[in-house]
């Protein structure tokens, strides 16, 4: 720990691009069994070349939740542009029952008109594309097969996002889950060889867009996003101990709220915001604390002379798990907020922490110590069953998508953390590794 305290100094830099260090999303599991479905590539009609690729974004997006399987393009029987255009057979017989087209033109301002449609193909070819309806009394023809057909404009440098929400609106139709393709994620990178080698990162979910927004001499840890996406809270070993801090990502601006004796960590947002649960050690174990934010009073929620740490909100914001040693070795707890009282959630494994909850509060996803090593695991809160999500030697910081499809973490592949993900049901798995320096400390932000 000593030699962290030495040659101390702190950059804040706003929004600056590094282009040099993104992660790229490399698929390791579970494709196979996913749904198949078209996404066909835009229609541009305009000069030269798009800045982003529209229909590539969505299609990755859609692959990356594990539930979709986007046919490639060179398989593909035809490329329409419309619902009027689709083969319903061709594609039926491909197994596809939903297809993503649209096209894209350029406005007399510079920016880009979006139209597109998501259709269902089944529907389609039983109704040959067209069926009659009743409209005020008379028979018209109706299109039932076109789940929707949306129009948007954006900039240029916003095609890549509206790539990102098309998908959500894709997922959430098929799946009845709203999507987290427009999200962001927050890590700390550990790079040996810089100048300043802890570096606090924000990129979006899928690794694109990596911005640095802080990086120090001494070791940040620990990003914890505020529920409006505008705050991260961290903790930072700048001033020769642990501190927490709560930074304005678009500002640049940032406050230290807890500096207490000794240490200061894992600090989480309240689901309204409005307060901060943390880590102190000033009476000496270590204990939980929340904060309110504006009056800056401090509650102390744990008691005891064991170990009290990892605190997590509950979504409804009214009760607090967190990661205890009182029964020997770490296990995770439940503390109700209003009276103090205490259950154990966890018993199976050796050791169970890092404990998150599901944004509908069914699944706790934690870090499971087991003969195997330490695993991303999930378990039924109604019925106490867990399930082993991930394989490798060594994993933690599980920080689970706002829609609670999926849970990323930091692994060791190759002697070097990393970041992967993980569907909450375990089939699907990626990693995400960075071109430098050891990946840690995950935060998956809120819905944007």
């Known amino acids: 720990m000593k030699r962290w305290l030495v040659g101390l100094c702190v950059v804040l830099l706003g929004f ?24 066909v590539p835009f229609q541009w009609e305009g000069p030269g070349e798009l800045p982003a690729d529209i229909a590539a974004v969505v299609a990755s997006d859609l692959r990356r939740s594990g539930k979709f399987s986007p046919v490639e393009i060179s398989k593909m029987p035809q490329t329409p542009y419309s619902d009027e255009q689709v083969d319903y057979n061709a594609w039926t017989s491909m197994g596809v029952d939903a297809l993503v087209t649209g096209k894209i033109t350029q406005t007399p301002d510079g920016n880009y008109e979006i ?17 009659k309806g009743l409209q005020n009394g008379e028979l018209v023809l109706t299109k039932d097969h076109v789940l929707f057909t949306n129009r948007t404009v954006a900039e240029g440098r916003r095609l890549r996002q509206n790539g990102h929400r098309i998908a959500d609106l894709v997922y959430e139709k098929l799946t009845g889950e709203r ?3 427009l999200t962001r994620i927050a890590y700390v990178v550990i790079d040996d060889k810089a100048k300043y080698p802890y570096q606090l990162r924000i990129a979006d979910y899928d690794g694109f867009n990596e911005q640095l927004v802080l990086k120090s001499q001494q070791p940040l840890m620990s990003p914890s996003w505020s529920p409006d996406g505008s ?3 961290y903790v930072s070993f700048e ?8 930074m304005d990502i ?23 915001g409005k307060k901060l649960a943390m880590v102190l050690s000033k009476s000496g ?16 929620v744990t008691r005891g002379r064991s170990n009290n740490t990892e605190a997590f909100w509950d979504p409804k914001g009214d009760s607090l798990i967190f990661t205890s040693d009182r029964g020997g070795k770490p296990q995770i707890y439940r503390v109700n907020l209003a009276d103090g009282s205490t259950k154990r959630l966890t018993w199976q494994g050796s050791q169970n922490l890092g404990g998150q909850l599901t944004p509908d509060g069914r699944f706790l996803v934690m870090v499971n110590k087991s003969d195997s090593g330490y695993n991303i695991a999930k378990q039924d809160l109604e019925t106490g ?3 082993i999500l991930t394989k490798t030697f060594l994993d933690e910081s599980p920080s689970i998508a706002p829609n609670g499809s999926m849970v990323i973490y930091s692994s060791v592949n190759n002697k070097s953390n990393e970041l992967s993900l993980v569907s909450i049901d375990g089939r699907f798995k990626a990693r995400l590794p960075a071109t430098n320096g050891r990946v840690r400390a995950p935060s998956w932000g809120p819905f944007l």
């Open 231 to 233: 705050k991260l809270a």
């Open 250 to 272: 678009y500002k640049g601006t940032r406050e230290m709220v807890a500096s207490y004796p000794r240490h200061n960590g894992n600090p989480r947002f309240s689901p309204d």
């Open 16 to 39: 600056s691009q590094l282009a040099r260090a993104e992660l790229e999303l490399v698929i390791t599991e579970g494709i196979d069994s996913a749904r198949p479905i078209g996404v």
């Open 115 to 131: 139209i597109y449609q998501l259709i269902d193909v089944v529907r389609g070819q039983l109704t040959s594309g067209q069926s």
């Open 285 to 300: 174990s270590l204990q939980v604390y929340v904060m309110d934010l504006a009056t800056k009073k401090l509650t102390q």
């Open 239 to 246: 001033n020769k101990q642990a501190q927490i801090f709560i």
């Open 385 to 387: 069953a867990v399930q």
């Open 179 to 181: 999507g987290a393709f």
